[in-house]
């Protein structure tokens, strides 16, 4: 670690991009997203974009005349419209009051009386039938209000209970309440019968429909309280309930209530180490054993699945560059998630054509392929499971357990050394992070606080009013190692290391962080023209992306960090890091 801690032309050409190309063959796309070489393969060019050509010549009347959905309207190269039209939304009052009481206990802010009476007002008149459409409230979204309400009353700081303009509110409205919601939620509101004190029996008396409701429920009492639960105890509730099946957009087996005030309850009390486990391991058998590939270096990379809403994303464009010197990279994610609905891999492969539907098996041959040597799996082939989640995601408002322990996954081994890369935020959750790459066997881990949580560290100079909490830039991690003083863990000698880095201590020039405000077509901009070797802030934050992490994770031939860095820019001045990207896109749809 001494060398970090104590620092010391291509035929393919890139044009701007404005629109996406979502056709399997790129080549042959109508819209503007196309590879093409000089020598009649792939290039890039530049189409009106077809959302703004139809909204140029049709008012709103004719569209609707038409019957054209919003979906066709849409522009693919902003992340938000990666949302799934058939989810229905979550009504915004109550959205807005869950985001700010169900969180932690020191981060929850209690609701004026002015507030509280009118999402309480907007809960009633929702569940009596009095309102329509989007401005309904979910099951999804009752389940969680009221479980923030039980939990911050039973277990939070004084400072964070109800505030006395809640109390006053919820008085005027439980009567009304305890006539009008169902069993499951009077539960969830008052699971012992001793907050509301009317006596209520519901909650006490509660026991759930069939067996399924009948562990979560009792899981339940205990997170209500404040608690936490066993290792199998959690296991046990998610496999009995997932994956969640629909009909007319409802679940047709579990309660929606329950279910979420279940996520959102353990992440308020801040799950324990064997809960997160829980999360983590729940569905690794899901579809079998895990193919294995055979490489001798795997980097598994876990990019916060909600993706990045205002800065360069660069993960992807790493990938490719470490795969020009045998570092092999998996990434995983999904199209769309909430809250955030940012900008993640999977659109922006979908936008340079590339195929996203790929089986484990065939992302396996993707690393094993020495042309590509990367591959990127969805949540949607790998964990159908928790892939039927999202929607209930968007309703809960705040990010579940799951939102840790999806980016800590396996889901292709490899048959040499395995490495896991991490983004996190907020602090507390770097440690258990690191525990569960360990409880994975990997060689090596790595959590970094790039910019908005996600892995990009970052060039820009560090602000003087930073807030509380870990720098950008800051990285934790481990690396096996057979010396003596290294710590030994489930039998294994791990080297431990801790540090924030500065990229002007490797020759960096600081610079301000490109912005693609959820454009994901700016995004692929930045990295398009990086890959084809134009020097700039988007050049360097691959670079020192691909350069440290090589480093830090013990690689071969990154010893040195200087060295790790200059072969970063070597894989891209030469052109090779474009060719393996272009080669993703192509034999992506050639696997079978």
């Known amino acids: 670690m001494r060398a970090l801690l104590s620092p010391e032309s291509s035929s393919l050409y890139f044009t701007s991009i404005n629109i996406v190309s979502r056709d399997p063959n790129p080549c042959r796309s109508r819209t503007s997203l196309y590879f093409l070489k000089r020598d009649g393969g792939c290039r890039l060019i530049r189409r009106k974009p077809r959302s703004t050509a139809v909204k140029a010549v049709l008012d709103s009347a004719t569209i609707e005349e038409l019957g054209l959905k919003e979906s066709d309207m849409r522009n693919p190269a902003i992340s938000s419209t990666y949302r799934r039209s058939m989810l229905p939304k979550p009504n915004q009052t109550v959205l807005e009051a869950q985001a700010r009481i169900c969180t932690g206990p020191t981060q929850t802010r209690p609701l004026s009386e002015e507030q509280a009476f009118k999402v309480l007002d907007t809960i009633l008149r929702s569940v009596r039938g009095e309102l329509k459409d989007e401005e309904q409230v979910s099951k999804a979204q009752i389940g969680a209000f009221f479980a923030g309400m ?3 009353a039973n277990s939070f700081p004084e400072e964070t209970q109800w505030s006395e303009g809640e ?9 009304l309440l305890l006539r009008a919601l169902p069993p499951d939620v009077i539960f969830i509101a008052d699971p012992e019968g001793s907050i509301m004190g009317l006596g209520n029996s519901v909650g006490p008396q509660f026991i759930g429909n069939g067996t399924t409701e009948m562990r979560l429920v009792g899981a339940l009492r205990e997170i209500l309280a404040g608690g936490h639960l066993g290792y199998e105890e959690v296991q046990g509730v998610l496999k009995d309930v997932l994956p969640l099946k629909f009909e007319d957009g409802k679940s047709t087996g579990v309660s929606e209530s329950l279910l979420s005030a279940f996520l959102i309850g353990q992440r308020m009390n801040r799950e324990t180490d064997r809960e997160l486990k829980a999360y983590c391991l729940a569905f690794d058998d899901e579809l079998g054993p895990a193919p294995v590939a055979d490489v001798s270096s795997l980097t598994h990379y876990g990019e916060p699945y909600d993706g990045n809403t205002r800065f360069f994303r660069s993960t992807l464009f790493v990938a490719a560059v470490r795969s020009c010197y045998g570092e092999s990279s998996l990434l995983h994610g999904v199209e769309w998630m909430p809250p955030k609905g940012g900008v ?3 659109q922006m492969l979908n936008f340079m054509g590339a195929n996203t539907n790929l089986s484990l098996h065939q992302a396996k041959e993707l690393i094993e392929d020495e042309e590509v040597g990367f591959a990127y799996i969805s949540q949607r082939e790998a964990r159908p499971s928790l892939y039927s989640l999202i929607g209930l ?3 809960i408002k705040k990010r579940p357990p799951l939102a840790t322990t999806e ?7 490899a048959k040499g050394k395995e490495s896991i890369v991490a983004g996190f935020y907020h602090e507390g959750y770097e440690e258990p992070l690191l525990m569960l790459m360990k409880r994975r066997g990997v060689h090596s881990g790595l ?3 790039g ?6 560290m970052t060039t820009r100079l560090r602000s003087a009013s930073t807030s509380k909490g870990f720098p950008v830039n800051y990285c934790s991690g481990f690396r096996s190692v057979g010396t003596e003083t290294a710590c030994k863990e489930d039998g294994v000698s791990h080297q431990s290391f801790r540090l924030e880095v500065n990229a002007m201590d490797y020759g960096f020039e600081p610079t301000d962080t490109p912005r693609t405000d959820r454009s994901v077509s700016k995004n692929i901009e930045l990295g398009l023209a990086s890959l084809h070797g134009q020097k700039g802030p988007a050049y360097d934050r691959i670079v020192l992306n691909a350069g440290i992490v090589d480093h830090l994770l ?3 031939g990154a010893e040195d960090v200087t060295i790790a860095l200059d072969r970063a820019r070597e894989a891209i001045d030469s052109g090779k890091a474009l060719k393996k990207l272009l080669n993703y896109i192509k034999v992506s749809h050639k696997l079978k």
């Open 150 to 152: 039980t939990i911050r």
């Open 167 to 175: 109390r006053r509110a919820m008085n005027l409205f439980w009567p």
């Open 344 to 346: 993640t891999e999977e």
């Open 393 to 395: 995601r968007e309703h």
């Open 407 to 413: 980016k800590v996954q396996q889901f292709i081994r």
């Open 447 to 449: 959590v970094v606080k």
């Open 451 to 456: 910019e908005e949580g996600a892995l990009s």
């Open 554 to 556: 013990g690689c071969d």
